[in-house]
């Protein structure tokens, strides 16, 4: 049984920072890709590709950043220099690759609000 799992939201002051973490078991990790969403806009912030390539959103781009752990089989979302702008719920997508198919997977979400 495939499990995302977010965590790392809550309340900060704009300007402070905010580790999300995205943790996944089920799956062959290292042959997904990872995107981390935010409902607010339905906006996807970031990727990362199962070879470490990365993307941004404009709007998060110099303040953001994703990476992942294999081993760990976590995805991080770092999320510095926070504005009211990023409040919302933020979803990781896992998209694994297995015997030529895709699947996607989300976790429930995990609140950012970050406070004027």
């Known amino acids: 049984q495939v499990q995302v799992v977010e965590s790392g939201g809550g309340l900060v002051q704009a300007g402070g920072s905010l580790r999300l973490s995205c943790a996944a078991s089920?799956?062959?990790?290292?042959?997904?890709?990872i995107g981390w969403y935010r409902q607010a806009r339905r906006e996807l912030v970031a990727t990362i590709s199962t070879g470490g390539t990365t993307n941004y959103a404009n709007s998060v781009k110099g303040r953001f950043t994703i990476s992942r752990d294999n081993v760990k089989n976590t995805s991080y979302l770092q999320m510095n220099n926070l504005s009211p702008e990023d409040t919302a719920v933020y979803y990781c997508?896992?998209?694994?690759?297995?015997?030529?198919?895709?699947?996607?997977?989300w976790g429930q979400g995990t609140q950012v609000t970050v406070s004027s």
């Open positions: 089920g799956i062959t990790f290292s042959r997904s890709a």
């Open positions: 997508n896992v998209r694994s690759f297995s015997d030529g198919q895709v699947y996607n997977y």
